[in-house]
Structure formats: structure tokens, C-alpha cells
């Protein structure tokens, strides 16, 4: 059993940044996929990012070149660093482990 919780959410002007923090604790395997998705109002979930062992990270078109995925050495931590923030990506974003373990998701506001 995996428990995903994100965190870093939070009001951000346009242009600006944040970096969200994805922790997984229970039964971590450095083979499990770890992705960022976001799901903004009315709309449906949609990939933002991913990385997996031994493979580049892949973004999405709309965030390659702005948004950076990492984690740690033990990749407990997953992390997401997101620059030049635009309104159109306000969202709750949510951090998935494997196949199917999914957190709470964290609020991510981009308006001034």
C-alpha cells in the first residue's frame, strides 16, 4: 500500500513560481512510474509531467521548458518546480505513484 500526499500549493501571481512536494511512504519500489497531473474546473485530469528509473522525464507540451520534475535519491520525495506561472493553469494538482496510487492534491491559484 502506497499513501501519497502532496503539498506547496498556494496563490501565485502570473509569471511567478512555486514547487510542490509529493511525499510517498509504504511500499515504495524505485520502479513505480511518478507522475503530476492537474485537473483545473469543469475540465478533465490531465498528465503534466512523469519520470521513471533508468528514463528522461517527460513533460507536457504546454509546461516543457517551465516546469521541472525531480525527487530524491530514495524517490520518497517527487517534486514539481513550476516557473512563469500562467492563469490558465490554475488547478489542483495531483501527484500519482505506480499504477494507481493517487494524493489528495494541492490548490494552485495563478492571479493577481
Known amino acids: 500500500q502506497v499513501q501519497v500526499v502532496e503539498s506547496g500549493g498556494g496563490l501565485v501571481q502570473p509569471g511567478g513560481s512555486l514547487r510542490l512536494s509529493c511525499a510517498a511512504s509504504g511500499s515504495i519500489e524505485e520502479r513505480y512510474f511518478k507522475g503530476w497531473y492537474r485537473q483545473a474546473p469543469g475540465k478533465v485530469r490531465e498528465w503534466v509531467a512523469s519520470?521513471?528509473?533508468?528514463?528522461?522525464?517527460n513533460y507536457a507540451a504546454s509546461v516543457k521548458g517551465r516546469f521541472t520534475i525531480s525527487g530524491d535519491t530514495a524517490m520518497n520525495q517527487i517534486y514539481l518546480q513550476m516557473n512563469n506561472l500562467k492563469p490558465e493553469e490554475t488547478a489542483v494538482y495531483y501527484c500519482?505513484?505506480?499504477?494507481?496510487?493517487w494524493g489528495q492534491g494541492t490548490q494552485v491559484t495563478v492571479s493577481s
Open positions: 500519482k505513484i505506480g499504477s494507481s496510487a
Open positions: 519520470v521513471a528509473p533508468g528514463a528522461r522525464a
